[in-house]
């Protein structure tokens, strides 16, 4: 079944390096190559006392990564459209980054566009509303 | 078993409104209103020919849209940190800005800390590397 795009959704466990703003931005620039995704903009913010979330917006979609350092604890989100990304080639960065003791990684085929028709075709076929012209902003 | 955060994840299909920068924008912010969020940065990027990214990064994590007007489909990305949030919230929100003739929502616990001891006790007891202290940004 044909899919928009794939979301990794990774838990990293027993990590370093989760205070660091510079880490973290790193990271999201590194798996941004690694991917060769389009960057469109990166945003990285420190909490009080502890803790970072980076964003990297991508043309692909959208890498995050959200980390909770009295925890040991990442979560890191990648979401990739077009069948040219691999998200798991993120995963030798993040242990490079953060050493993880522990990944947990799911893997969620975002926007299944079509189940096989009863003919047995792989259907191509997508409903479009019919006033999407009106609505472009 | 005590987790981080509620991650939501949303399919909606046959949607309406799906190229307006401005529309993603206001749902967006109205999102973070009705689950009173504390908004960080918001970022919205149109794509050529069509379909809009839109992220809102907050103190409790993050709200993404993603749309595809060609499909009618937007992906639909709530991460909400704290127990005072219900991401569910939101649905009514979409609904009035997009309405989808179809969601699908999943929900992932993230950061799932630990699991009932041996002893039955729901434990608290978290990993901490000893490192942490220098590994500040």
Redesign the interface.
């Known amino acids: 079944m044909k899919s ?2 794939r ?1 990794l ?1 990774l ?1 990293l ?12 931005e790193s990271a999201l620039l590194e798996i941004v190559d690694a991917l060769k995704l389009t960057l ?2 990166i ?1 990285v ?3 009080s006392p ?1 803790g ?2 980076g ?1 990297a ?1 991508v ?1 692909e ?2 890498v ?1 990564i ?1 980390t ?6 990442a ?1 890191v ?1 990648i ?1 990739t ?1 077009g069948d040219q990304r691999n998200p798991e080639d993120a995963v030798p960065v993040l242990r490079q980054y953060f050493a993880p ?1 522990r990944i947990q990684v ?1 893997e ?1 085929a ?4 079509d189940a096989p028709t009863p003919r047995g075709e792989a259907a191509e076929r ?4 019919n ?2 012209g009106s ?3």
């Open positions: 928009v795009g979301h959704v838990e466990w027993g990590c370093r390096n989760l205070n660091s703003t510079g880490v973290v469109l903009a945003q913010h420190p909490f502890i970072v979330t964003v917006i043309s979609s959208h995050v959200h909770w350092p009295e925890l040991g604890y979560a989100d979401f459209c003791e799911m969620m975002r926007g299944l566009i997508v409903l479009v509303p006033d999407l609505a472009r902003g």
